[in-house]
Every structure is written in C-alpha cells, then in structure tokens.
C-alpha cells in the first residue's frame, strides 16, 4: 500500500516581527510537477506558532494518504518529531521533563491528527540559504505577516 502512496515535498517557514508580534506562514506543496503556494498572517503570534501553522495547513491540504518528506529549518518542529519529545509530551498529558506545560499545544496535536494518516520523513535544512524553496517560503510568510487583513491566532491570543 505505502509503495502506491502519492509522494509529496512539503516546505514550510514561519516568520514574525517582534515575538510576540504580527507574523506569518508560507509553505510550498510539491507533488510531480504540481507546486502550489500557502500563506497567511496572524495579528499576534509567536515565530514557533508560525512554524507549526505552515505544517499544520500544509497538511490539511493532503486530501489522501501520502508519503511526505516535509522540509523545515526549525529544528524545534523537526527535533520534536525526529527525536521523539512529541510522544513523550503527548504520554505525559502535555508536560515536558521539566513539569512545564508545553507551548503550542494546540498545534502540536493538531499535526499530530492530520500526521495519522500520512508517512512523513522530517528534514531540517538550513534556513537563509540556498535551498530555493525554503528560501521562497520565508518570502511567503514575512509578506503574509505585513498584510492588512491579519487573522486572529486564537490559539495563541486566547491562552
């Protein structure tokens, strides 16, 4: 069955100014020759809320299952999935070592619901390099963090 799965290239990026502060997400989907574009912006965020965003709308744009190599130069969002800290946090009831709540809850179990039905291979890459791609979504979120319709993140902003 995975063999048959739909291969797609996933690359996110998150941005904000001021942290808190307005920011943005923008993300590139990649399937054969297929390249389509997301953004969007929040009227106050923090710049990991926006990483996650760009996955968590990413995602949710996979209407079947599918292979995914998802690209991010967050090692927060990669090292939480590559490391396995997400399994620990969710066992844990949403606490990390430390007793501390884990920030971005929300968001978290939100990738992780839309994770279930996908094989995903997390890739850190550099950011403010050359990867193009990358390179392109960083553009996608600062110009979706200075739009004049920002959304409210009420993840963030109701917490």
Not at 48 to 76: F, H, Q, W
Not at 115 to 132: A, L, Y
Request: charged letters at 30%.
């Amino acid at each position: 069955m995975k063999d048959k799965m739909p291969r797609v290239q996933i690359y996110t990026d998150g941005a904000c100014s001021g942290n808190p502060g307005p920011g943005g997400y923008g993300a590139i989907l990649k399937y054969g020759k297929m390249v389509r574009e997301l953004s969007g912006g929040y009227r106050l965020t923090t710049n990991n809320r926006m990483e996650l965003m760009g996955i968590v709308k990413s995602l949710a744009e996979l209407k079947k299952p599918c292979r995914v190599d998802l690209y991010s130069d967050s090692r927060y969002v990669v090292d939480a999935f590559r490391l396995g800290w997400v399994n620990s946090w969710l066992k844990n009831g949403w606490v990390k070592g430390d007793r501390s709540p884990v920030k971005n809850a929300d968001l978290w179990k939100k990738i992780i619901e839309l994770s279930k039905r996908h094989e995903i291979n997390w890739i850190w890459v550099r950011g403010h390099s050359d990867n193009e791609f990358n390179s392109r979504c960083d553009r996608l979120a600062v110009e979706a963090s200075r739009g004049d319709r920002l959304a409210v993140d009420s993840g963030y902003e109701e917490s």
